[in-house]
T-cell receptor
Framework: AQKITQTQPGMFVQEKEAVTLDCTYD???????LFWYKQPSSGEMIFLIY??????QNATEGRYSLNFQKARKSANLVISASQLGDSAMYFC????????????????FGQGTILTVHP | KAGVTQTPRYLIKTRGQQVTLSCSPI?????VSWYQQTPGQGLQFLFE???????NKGNFPGRFSGRQFSNSRSEMNVSTLELGDSALYLC??????????????FGAGSRLTVL
């Protein structure tokens, strides 16, 4: 069974500095997708970035980049130049792409990391 | 373009009652998924609907059910409510594109409190 582990319950970062949020995953599938979502206190989950297991380049989206190390089964999120608005809960998630059929609506989430950005 | 709309946003029920939550996906999105979020269990997948058919179901008791209408709007129902059903219920929609990169767009959730 697939599993996502986020070992940092909380992280603090100074405004304008970079921060790395850790995520490791466990799957027996060769084909899968990894996602990061942000959840502000309002509750809505906001998509940040996606990495496919066969993607050779690390994904980047603006200030967000994903440090994908397939052999280590890690997919850490790097936020550069942190802003006060980045304070939120961050979730790493995975979708397995099974040969027998994929449920595209099903993601497995980690427990999340609360990021606090200090001015 | 309007996002995913969930109603009601907040509701309070008592044990034994039943509740129905509604989700209107983004226009053109045909897949709707539901998740339960609690402090103890985190985010857990409930079920997924596509073209009015349930495609997948998470590990929840039969008290949790859902359906999807021809306009892709979805409802989920929880019968015989228990205290442990208190949670944020999130709905997500997608086209889907049939690739691993299919992105789920979430609504703001319905926060259910069971007393």
């Amino acid at each position: 069974a697939q599993k996502i582990t986020q070992t940092q319950p909380g992280m603090f970062v100074q405004e304008k500095e970079a921060v790395t949020l850790d995520c490791t995953y466990d799957t027996s599938d060769q084909s899968y997708g990894l996602f990061w979502y942000k959840q502000p206190s309002s509750g809505e989950m906001i998509f940040l970035i996606y990495q496919g297991s066969y993607d050779e380049q690390n994904a980047t989206e603006g200030r967000y980049s994903l440090n994908f190390q397939k052999a280590r089964k890690s997919a850490n999120l790097v936020i550069s130049a942190s802003q006060l608005g980045d304070s939120a809960m961050y979730f790493c998630a995975m979708r397995e792409l099974n040969a027998g059929g994929t449920s595209y609506g099903k993601l497995t989430f980690g427990q999340g990391t609360i990021l606090t950005v200090h001015p | 373009k309007a996002g995913v709309t969930q109603t009601p946003r907040y509701l309070i029920k008592t044990r034994g009652q039943q509740v129905t939550l509604s989700c209107s996906p983004i226009s053109g999105h045909r897949s709707v998924s539901w998740y339960q979020q609690t402090p103890g269990q985190g985010l857990q997948f409930l079920f997924e609907y596509f073209s009015e058919t349930q495609r997948n179901k998470g590990n929840f008791p039969g008290r949790f059910s859902g359906r999807q209408f021809s306009n892709s709007r979805s409802e989920m129902n929880v019968s015989t409510l228990e205290l442990g059903d208190s949670a944020l219920y999130l709905c997500a929609s997608s086209i889907p594109r049939g690739t691993g990169a299919n992105v789920l767009t979430f609504g703001a959730g319905s926060r259910l409190t069971v007393l």
